[in-house]
């Protein structure tokens, strides 16, 4: 299967950075989609940003001209720059990445994995 691990979570002010990293590792065949996701306390979790095969990349409206998505596919790595940051963008964030991975020499198989989440935390 294919295992994600995020980094680079933490507390910062209001109107500072931060940038979010997921990193893909397995017998990764092809990673298709990727994408970040948020869920705040009491709410629902909300698709933040996502980038396609293509490089098509999407945002909520919320977080336009703020986050920007990006990925290092030597290193299977999605990023999310998160800039001028406001409190309501409080939340814990968790990569996705959906693909295809090879479970033998001859077998490819998909999959959609989650990582663990990583908690972003903005103070006014």
């Known amino acids: 299967q294919v295992q994600l691990v995020e980094s680079g979570g933490g507390l910062v002010q209001a109107g500072g950075s931060l940038r979010l990293s997921c990193a893909a590792s397995g017998s990764i065949f092809s990673i298709n989609f990727m994408a970040w996701y948020r869920q705040a306390p009491g709410k629902q979790r909300e698709l933040v940003a996502s980038l396609g095969s293509d490089a098509n990349t999407n945002y909520i409206d919320s977080v336009k001209g703020r986050f920007t998505i990006s990925r290092n596919n030597a290193k299977n790595t999605v990023f999310l720059q998160m800039n001028s940051l406001k409190p309501e963008d409080t939340a814990v964030y968790s990569c996705?990445?959906?693909?295809?991975?090879?479970?033998?020499?001859?077998?490819?198989?998909?999959?959609?994995?989650w990582g663990q989440g990583t908690q972003v935390t903005v103070s006014s």
């Open positions: 996705n990445a959906q693909g295809y991975y090879s479970n033998s020499a001859y077998n490819v198989r998909a999959f959609n994995s």
